[in-house]
């Protein structure tokens, strides 16, 4: 349980980055929080011949609202984003979600970038990264490219990132009015992997849903509101038989299935009610809750 | 910072406890063992090495971290916080501490010096804590002895104490 060799570079740019996996490519892995990485080092899941540590760059641990984006650099934690003054006004889904992340001893350390770059398909920021339609910026030596969430994430810890990229940071597009936002999600205990995580944006014509922890990674579809009649439940089966579910070690695929459309519902009205001023938006925090 | 070799040792230096430290450490070298084996100090605990008990927490910049998700190099320049810090003298113990005691919020106490560090973190920030503030803090830590109650119990005793002891906070 301790990692295999490997070397070290404590990046003080971002040029010493990009070099730094232009050259090593496959054998390159970024480091930032650690939270996803060490626990694959420690257990020999992962061989990197070197690690590029990126918290000292200064570029990337900027924070940028700018137009209508939450633009979060690599080296931000999500510690900082979770104790983020107007997180609840600028996005309320992330202000939900964001304290189911791990534990307060992980996110502390952890970046969003990172668990984007892990893409973990139970992890709750790749999942409102995709439900809100947000964006990854790669870069490499040679190139920048902008990918929506829904192009970045490809499979079960796979991304469309190349060996040779960093992502230099992620934009959650800020909450927009007339639209509600909701979260939930079921585990064994808080702060263990999710078994069902859902997330629903709504506005006056439609809802989104994306949902976590049942197939290859998260998954979004548009679902009609729920006053048109039986339409939602329908469209919520259909979704939950389209995700695939496989039986594992936590729980069924039936268990899955059963709380895809029972979770999937409660957050599309949740959405609905805080779409109307019915309920004010989440709190975030337990302790603001309580 | 030059690229830092697989197959030697480096000097890593940092601040333990108020006092400045320094060691040779591979990349490799997790900051739990850098502690423990290197610099001697043994009050950190080493239990699952991946991020799951909290056993080996400390408090990297003020922030509870799992010290076995953290390299030594990585840990050069900063400032780390172990159980060792936490008593303000030999024949002292911290509030906290002497809150466990009363509780008998331990008794093998493989756990006890991680939910310390992150409870000693928590209520600097979140000086009057819910019960259920407390019981999400401990979430990132297992112990099998006590069960939870009675360190819920020492936790919400050393909060009301430490209020009471800096009037400010209340």
Redesign the interface.
Known sequence: MKPPAFDYLRAATLDEVLEALWEGGSDARILAGGQSLLPMLNMRLARPSVLVDVMHVDALRQVTASGDALKIGAAVRQAQIEHRADLVGELPLLAAAIPWVGHMQTRASGTLCGSVAHADPSAEIPLVLLALLGSVHLRSRKQRRTLKADDFFTGMMATARADQEVIEAISFPLARPDTGYAFREVGRRHGDFAIVACAAVVDRKGARLAVGGVADMPMARPLPLPEEGSALDDALETFAWDLNARDDLHATARYRRELVRRLGRQVIEEAVRRRDGVTPPPTGHQQDAA | ?P?????SRHPVSFTLNGRPVRGEA???L?LH?FLRHVIGATGTHVG????VC?AC?VQ?DG????S????A??S?GAEIRTVEGLAPSPERLAILQESFREHHGLQCGFCTAGILM?LDA?LRG?PD??E??IR??L???LCRCTGYTPIVAAAMTAAARLRAEEPSHA
């Open positions: 910072m690229r830092l070799s697989a197959t591979e990349p490799r997790l063992d699952c090495e991946h991020g909290g927490t990297i922030a509870p971290v799992r076995c998700l953290r390299l190099v990585q050069d992150s928590f979140n804590p819910t259920a503030a999400e803090v979430s990132g830590h």
